[in-house]
């Protein structure tokens, strides 16, 4: 599936990719990705390991030729709901099985999927169903209340349900069919499709998925609206399947490895890294709906996965478990961090934690990635040298470079500017919105509104976003120097930093602080641990201590959701 380049043939442009003299060697220069409909990846890994575990649910497997041939059927019969090539399809399902039915079955029914948060409010549903278009949508019974009062406001005309129950073992689907029979009970079922009714499609011997480009949208995912409203991104079949053998090059992916996929596989860094670079490598892919610190330490245990793809907070909360110790995670070969910035103090005590029980030799790899580009396209080495504090070196086919934030001009390394990319994998655009597709990517560069640096090794750095970029007194500040710092102190379990409006200085920062169980801290404590440690002008002036801070589905800290409680405040 991929074609190792001799490091020779490119050396010539190795001055302008520093990067390269760091690749792992097992790792090639170059790639060949195979110009296929994404669905390929599932029917060729079926074709090559049928009887091999695919998905794992709560210790309920389904091979690879199983939910291939669960796929096909799914595909039949969504076609039977009228739905055509290009058609948009909502996913709106936690990590489970029936979520790799319906997704690659989408694709092989033509349509494009839709990949949605399930925990999105009415509202928001409202604007991703009618900005999409999308005239079905695909959910469990504990959301379908919600889809349902929608559905007179957008072209929602389809609504398929799915039980969990019918993919979990026994008895665990006993107690979960029980409480969603409860669900179904009080719904009118009018208009209503049972995911189980569109698996009994009888297929045609000579049946075989819709035509479809690979360079046609597969996947239209929308931004998390951090920066204000969300925009549908667009990535073709291509982009996905280019993404997933850049993954599986990287961290010298096998089809004997298992990933614990706690990421929404509705969110582009578990789609690709979880899903599809799983599915085209051919490993076990065990799937854990939502996150909690003491289950992922016995699924790991008990499934004994090679790798685990995670976000900061994650650590955080795993770090807080008073228990860590006693589970195995030997088998872990590999921790993926992502999505959001890891501090030098969750690596090293996290880190610490496990070496400590001399159970893994895992290391935890910091990179980087945004869903305009599929999602990672850098990170340390798998083996390598890592260098703390930075998201790493380009994949294969991926050009990094950092252009000075006023006129766009290249910098050297040691330089703060934007960082733009190009690569294989950057979105065909935003959907319906020509002119902010040409403002982030220009001459095939993608800008990627991050502000960072590079090394003379050709290591990349981020010190923030360039919209969270906090100007107090016509200084700039990097939120990110400060987050530093706050997971620093000991009596601190999670916090993050940033600007509120200020009449005389623009901007003043604030810092918002869980701290650890059992501490207790004042005000005045933390503005003298920074004090020590800043310049003044960097200081926060502000301390507000929570009990829990908002995230995301993924585990984010939700810098937006903060601003919008200090908007309140101001208008209050």
């Known amino acids: 599936m991929m074609a190792p380049q001799t490091r020779g043939r490119i050396s010539d442009v190795s001055e302008f990719r520093p990067w390269f003299k760091h690749y792992d060697p097992q790792v090639p220069l170059q790639l060949t990705y195979p110009h296929i409909p994404l669905y390929r990846l599932l029917d060729e890994t079926a074709a090559k390991y049928p009887a ?36 948009r399809v909502v996913l709106l399902l936690p990590n489970s099985p029936q979520f790799l039915v319906a997704y690659y079955g989408l694709l092989k029914a033509g349509a494009v999927t839709v990949p949605l948060n399930p925990l999105s409010a009415e509202r928001e549903l409202e604007f991703y169903l009618t900005d999409s278009g999308a005239e079905a949508a695909i959910t469990i019974p504990l959301f379908l209340n919600k889809v349902a009062s929608v559905r007179g406001n957008t072209p929602l005309k389809h609504i398929v349900y799915s039980r969990l129950a019918d993919f979990l073992p026994f008895p665990l689907n006993l107690a979960q069919g029980f409480r969603e029979h409860r669900l179904m009970r009080r719904l009118d079922r009018a208009g209503l499709m049972d995911f189980k009714e569109l698996l009994k499609q009888a297929l045609r011997p000579d049946w075989h998925p819709e035509p479809v480009q690979p360079d046609e949208m597969a996947v239209l995912i929308y931004s998390g609206g951090t920066t204000g409203v969300a925009k549908g991104i667009m990535l073709s079949h291509f982009n996905l399947v280019a993404n997933a053998h850049q993954i599986i090059a990287w961290g010298h992916l096998t089809d004997e490895q298992g990933i614990l996929a706690v990421l929404p596989l509705f969110h582009g860094f578990g789609m690709s890294v979880t899903m599809n670079a799983a599915v085209l490598t051919g490993g ?30 994650m650590f955080v909360q795993l770090n807080n478990l008073p228990d860590i110790h006693r589970y195995n995670f030997s088998s872990l070969r590999g921790i993926f961090v992502g999505a959001a ?3 030098r103090a969750i690596k090293e005590e996290f880190e610490a934690s496990l070496k400590a029980t001399g159970k893994t030799g895992g290391r935890m790899i910091e990179g980087y990635g945004l869903t305009e580009a599929v999602t990672g396209i850098m990170a340390n080495p798998y083996q390598g040298m890592h260098k703390v504090g930075s998201i790493g070196i380009p994949f294969p086919d991926v050009d990094v470079k950092i252009v ?53 090794d050709g290591y990349f750095y981020i010190t923030d976003r360039k919209k969270e970029l906090i100007i107090v007194g016509g200084f700039n500040v990097f939120p990110r120097e400060i987050d530093e710092l706050i ?30 169980d059992g501490e207790t801290a004042t005000t005045e404590e933390f503005i003298n641990y920074f004090k020590e440690r800043l310049t003044p002008y960097k200081v926060p002036s502000e301390i507000e201590f929570r009990t829990e801070l908002p995230k995301s589905m993924i585990g984010k800290i939700l810098r937006r959701a903060l601003r919008e409680e200090e908007n309140r405040k101001a208008k209050d």
């Open 52 to 87: 091999s575990p695919c998905t794992n649910f709560f210790g309920r497997r389904l091979t690879y030729q199983q939910i291939k041939e669960l796929s096909d059927r799914f595909a039949v019969g969504i076609r039977s709901l009228g739905i055509r090539n290009g058609d």
């Open 284 to 313: 076990e892919i065990i799937l854990v709906p939502r996150f909690n610190a003491k289950q992922i330490a016995k699924a790991i245990q008990k499934y004994k996965p090679s790798f685990f793809i995670g976000v900061p907070t």
């Open 341 to 343: 910035p890891l501090t």
């Open 404 to 456: 000075s934030l006023d006129d766009g001009h290249n910098l050297p390394p040691g330089e703060l500017g934007e960082i733009v990319l190009r690569s294989p994998t950057v979105m065909l655009g935003y959907y319906k919105n020509a002119e902010e597709t040409q403002k982030t990517i220009v001459d095939g560069w993608l800008y990627t509104g991050d502000i960072g640096y590079v090394d003379e």
């Open 487 to 516: 997971y620093q102190h000991p009596k601190v379990k999670e916090g993050i930093t940033m600007g509120i409006p200020d009449p005389r200085k623009g901007e003043r920062i604030k810092v918002y602080i869980v701290l650890r």
